[in-house]
C-alpha cells in the first residue's frame, strides 16, 4: 500500500488528514450508499486498494454553466476532494481549477483520450449547447458538442454532474435561446450508447460524487454501477427519497404549523415553510441527510423553501421560488435509457405529491390540526399562474 514511497495514511496525513478523518469520512459514505457501520472497513479497503493499484484516467469537461458544481465539489471535507478524489482519478485538465490554460489544456485531454480509449470516466459539468449548429459555446475553435461526441463514443462510462448536464439545469430554462439541454438527451439524439451516470442538482453535493467513486471502486467498474441506476439514470440511494421525507420541519406540516410570511412569529419558530413555495414534497435529494459545508446546515435548515434544484427542468417548472406549490410538467426532453420523458416524470412527480399533499392536508382539517387554513393545494391552475402566462416558460 504504497504510492511514491509512502503509504496512503502518510500522505493523508503529510496533508492534514489524520486516520481518524479518514475513517469518519468512510463512515459518511457508507452511509449515503445505504450501507451498515459494518461496511465501513470495506470503503476504507476501497479507497486504500485504488490508490495502491494505481489512478484511475478521467477527463472533466465544462458546457455551459457557471462552474458552480466546481466551485461545490473543491469545499469537500472529510478529507478534501484533492486527497481522497484526485489520489484515485488522474484527471489531466479541470477547466476551472487547473493551471494550464489554451492549446495546453487542450493537449492534455486529447493525450489522455487517445492513450485510454474504453477505460477512462468523463465527467461533465454544464449543459450541452447546441443553439446555432452548436456554435453557441465553442471550445478550442470548435463547437463543444464535437468534443462531447468524440470523448463520449470512446469513455467507459460518463458522470453528468449537476443539473445542468443532467438537463439543461437553468440554461435551457426559457427561452433558451442557446439550445441547453442535457447529455443523455444529446447523446440520445446522437445514437451515442456510452451508459450516463445523472447526479441531479444546483450544485451537486461533493459527498454524494465522492459517494459514487467510492461504490465504483468497491464495485469494481463505473459500468457496474448501472444496475443500481433508476430509470433516469440516478443512483437510487441518493434520489430515493423526497426532501420532504426527511426534512427536519416535517413536525410542523403534520401539527400544521406553517410559515406565511417571513419575519413572522413562525418563522422565528422554526414552523413548515410549504405554504411560502417549499418544492420539498416534489424533490427527490438527500440535502436533509447530507447537508452542506461541513455537513452544517443546509437551504431549509437555514430558513430558505426548498427550490426543487434536484427536479428535472426545475427552473421553468418550480419558478416562481417564493410561489406556492405549482403544476409542474414544462418542456420536452428525455433521457438516455429507457426513454425516459422527464416532463412525464415532473408532472407524475408533481402529481402525485399533489394528491398525496391533498390527501393528508384534508386528513389533518378532519383531524383538527389545522387550526389557521393551510393553503391546500387544490386549484388546476394557481392564481399567481394565471396571471402570469408569459412567464411560465418551458421549451
Same mark, same amino acid.
Given at each position: 500500500?504504497?504510492?511514491?514511497?509512502?503509504?496512503?495514511?502518510?500522505?493523508?496525513?503529510?496533508?492534514?488528514?489524520?486516520?481518524?478523518?479518514?475513517?469518519?469520512?468512510?463512515?459518511?459514505?457508507?452511509?449515503?450508499?445505504?450501507?451498515?457501520? @459494518?461496511?465501513?472497513?470495506?470503503?476504507?479497503? =476501497?479507497?486504500?486498494?485504488?490508490?495502491?493499484?494505481?489512478?484511475?484516467?478521467?477527463?472533466?469537461?465544462?458546457?455551459?454553466?457557471?462552474?458552480?458544481?466546481?466551485?461545490?465539489?473543491?469545499?469537500?471535507?472529510?478529507?478534501?476532494?484533492?486527497?481522497?478524489?484526485?489520489?484515485?482519478?488522474?484527471?489531466?485538465?479541470?477547466?476551472?481549477?487547473?493551471?494550464?490554460?489554451?492549446?495546453?489544456?487542450?493537449?492534455?485531454?486529447?493525450?489522455?483520450?487517445?492513450?485510454? *480509449?474504453?477505460?477512462?470516466?468523463?465527467?461533465?459539468?454544464?449543459?450541452?449547447?447546441?443553439?446555432?449548429?452548436?456554435?453557441?459555446?465553442?471550445? @478550442?475553435?470548435?463547437?463543444?458538442?464535437?468534443?462531447?461526441?468524440?470523448?463520449?463514443?470512446?469513455?467507459?462510462?460518463?458522470?453528468?454532474?449537476?443539473?445542468?448536464?443532467?438537463?439543461?439545469?437553468?440554461?435551457?430554462?426559457?427561452?433558451?435561446?442557446? &439550445?441547453?439541454?442535457?447529455?443523455?438527451?444529446?447523446?440520445?439524439?446522437?445514437?451515442?450508447?456510452?451508459?450516463?451516470?445523472?447526479?441531479?442538482?444546483?450544485?451537486?453535493?461533493?459527498?454524494?460524487?465522492?459517494?459514487?467513486?467510492?461504490?465504483?471502486?468497491?464495485?469494481?467498474?463505473?459500468?457496474?454501477?448501472?444496475?443500481?441506476?433508476?430509470?433516469?439514470?440516478?443512483?437510487?440511494?441518493?434520489?430515493?427519497?423526497?426532501?420532504?421525507?426527511?426534512?427536519?420541519?416535517?413536525?410542523?406540516?403534520?401539527?400544521?404549523?406553517?410559515?406565511?410570511?417571513?419575519?413572522?412569529?413562525?418563522?422565528?419558530?422554526?414552523?413548515?415553510?410549504?405554504?411560502?413555495?417549499?418544492?420539498?414534497?416534489?424533490?427527490?435529494?438527500?440535502?436533509?441527510?447530507?447537508?452542506?459545508?461541513?455537513?452544517?446546515?443546509?437551504?431549509?435548515?437555514?430558513?430558505?423553501?426548498?427550490? &426543487?434544484?434536484?427536479?428535472?427542468?426545475?427552473?421553468?417548472?418550480?419558478?416562481?421560488?417564493?410561489?406556492?406549490?405549482?403544476?409542474?410538467?414544462?418542456?420536452?426532453? &428525455?433521457?438516455?435509457?429507457?426513454?425516459?420523458?422527464?416532463?412525464?416524470?415532473?408532472?407524475?412527480?408533481?402529481?402525485?405529491?399533489?394528491?398525496?399533499?391533498? @390527501?393528508?392536508?384534508?386528513?389533518?382539517?378532519? =383531524?383538527?390540526?389545522?387550526?389557521?387554513?393551510?393553503?391546500?393545494?387544490?386549484?388546476?391552475?394557481?392564481?399567481?399562474?394565471? *396571471?402570469?402566462?408569459?412567464?411560465?416558460?418551458?421549451?
Amino acid at each position: 500500500m504504497t504510492n511514491a514511497g509512502i503509504s496512503f495514511y502518510e500522505k493523508l496525513e503529510k496533508r492534514g488528514v489524520s486516520r481518524r478523518d479518514f475513517l469518519k469520512f468512510c463512515g459518511s459514505t457508507a452511509t449515503v450508499l445505504g450501507l451498515s457501520s @459494518a461496511m465501513v472497513p470495506s470503503v476504507a479497503a =476501497a479507497v486504500e486498494g485504488a490508490a495502491e493499484s494505481g489512478l484511475t484516467p478521467a477527463l472533466w469537461i465544462n458546457g455551459g454553466s457557471c462552474t458552480g458544481c466546481s466551485e461545490s465539489i473543491a469545499q469537500a471535507t472529510y478529507p478534501n476532494v484533492a486527497d481522497i478524489v484526485l489520489d484515485l482519478l488522474s484527471i489531466p485538465s479541470q477547466e476551472t481549477i487547473q493551471m494550464a490554460t489554451g492549446e495546453y489544456a487542450e493537449q492534455a485531454i486529447e493525450a489522455s483520450h487517445e492513450a485510454n *480509449k474504453g477505460k477512462y470516466i468523463l465527467i461533465v459539468e454544464g449543459a450541452v449547447m447546441t443553439g446555432l449548429g452548436g456554435n453557441t459555446l465553442r471550445v @478550442a475553435g470548435k463547437p463543444f458538442i464535437e468534443e462531447l461526441k468524440t470523448l463520449a463514443k470512446d469513455a467507459a462510462a460518463i458522470v453528468a454532474v449537476g443539473s445542468c448536464a443532467v438537463d439543461g439545469g437553468w440554461v435551457r430554462a426559457h427561452p433558451n435561446p442557446a &439550445g441547453g439541454t442535457g447529455v443523455s438527451q444529446y447523446l440520445a439524439s446522437e445514437s451515442i450508447a456510452t451508459p450516463v451516470v445523472n447526479l441531479p442538482g444546483c450544485p451537486v453535493n461533493p459527498e454524494e460524487i465522492t459517494a459514487v467513486v467510492i461504490d465504483v471502486l468497491m464495485l469494481g467498474g463505473l459500468e457496474k454501477l448501472v444496475p443500481k441506476l433508476d430509470k433516469y439514470g440516478r443512483p437510487k440511494y441518493l434520489y430515493g427519497q423526497t426532501i420532504h421525507d426527511n426534512c427536519p420541519r416535517r413536525g410542523h406540516f403534520e401539527n400544521g404549523e406553517f410559515v406565511y410570511e417571513f419575519g413572522s412569529e413562525e418563522e422565528a419558530k422554526g414552523y413548515c415553510l410549504y405554504p411560502l413555495g417549499c418544492k420539498g414534497p416534489q424533490t427527490k435529494r438527500r440535502c436533509p441527510i447530507t447537508r452542506w459545508n461541513d455537513q452544517t446546515s443546509w437551504c431549509v435548515e437555514s430558513g430558505g423553501p426548498c427550490i &426543487g434544484c434536484g427536479s428535472f427542468n426545475w427552473v421553468d417548472n418550480n419558478a416562481p421560488f417564493r410561489g406556492r406549490y405549482r403544476r409542474v410538467g414544462q418542456g420536452v426532453f &428525455g433521457l438516455q435509457g429507457g426513454g425516459v420523458e422527464p416532463t412525464k416524470l415532473a408532472a407524475g412527480i408533481g402529481a402525485v405529491a399533489a394528491v398525496g399533499l391533498i @390527501a393528508h392536508g384534508f386528513g389533518m382539517k378532519a =383531524a383538527g390540526r389545522i387550526g389557521k387554513n393551510a393553503h391546500l393545494e387544490t386549484e388546476t391552475v394557481k392564481e399567481w399562474d394565471a *396571471k402570469h402566462q408569459k412567464k411560465q416558460g418551458g421549451a
